[in-house]
């Protein structure tokens, strides 16, 4: 299959899946690094995720971004979600894809969940069948969405006609399956509260995941 290629301005969505500490034993002792899973994609189709290595974490990040936009992958959507079921299997890791319903929302953990949101895919149903791997997990789900077909072409192989086809009647418009036109949203667009490229909303800045108020942002009665 052909690599994809898109303006790295339009891989407007960046995800760290996954950042931890790997060590290597050599003749002078311990070397220490860090190592990052990162997803990106553009929101509309495309998506890609790569690892990267370095003694620095944005280092590492950033190697795993380049990494990612790299090994993109395009994703036949068909509205907010996918054309029909299939499971990705990566090692021991089996993640299963189903389309839903609009207004579902992305029912997936946080591997899956990442990839999914990075692709544009805002309704859709998963479940992990094998391994819980992180990394396998984010593959896994890569690989789902590679293999995923459109109507057009199933037809095309078969020598039918997209009305022939055993699929349900709202699939064999063929307008759903046209190219999507590649969008370039600039930050200065996006809501600050979104967690666009990750970032962490305004209202969360001063409290910790636990819910405690930062260090320093005590009132002056409590001081």
Known sequence: MP????????????????????SKTVKGGRKRRFSALVVTGDGNGHVG???????????AIRKGSQSAAKNLVEVPLIGNTIPHTIIGRV????????PAAPGTGVIAGPAARAVLEAAGIHDILTKSLGSQNVINNVYAT???????????KV??????????????????????????????IAESQVDEKSD?????????????RSGARGRGSRTPRER
Do not use: C, H
């Open 3 to 22: 690599k994809i290629q898109i303006d790295a301005e339009l891989l407007t969505v960046e995800k760290t899946v996954q950042l931890k500490p790997v």
């Open 49 to 59: 995720a790569g690892m990267g290595k370095s003694n620095s974490v944005p280092e």
């Open 91 to 98: 090692g021991a890791a089996k993640m299963l894809l189903k």
């Open 142 to 152: 890569i690989e789902g969405l590679r293999q995923m077909q459109r109507a057009p």
């Open 155 to 184: 037809a095309k192989r078969r020598g039918k006609e997209l009305q022939d086809l055993a699929i349900p009647a709202p699939l064999k418009d063929a307008s759903l399956y046209e190219p999507r036109e590649q969008i370039f």
């Open 196 to 208: 666009w490229k990750g970032k962490k909303p305004e209202g969360d800045r001063g409290r910790s």
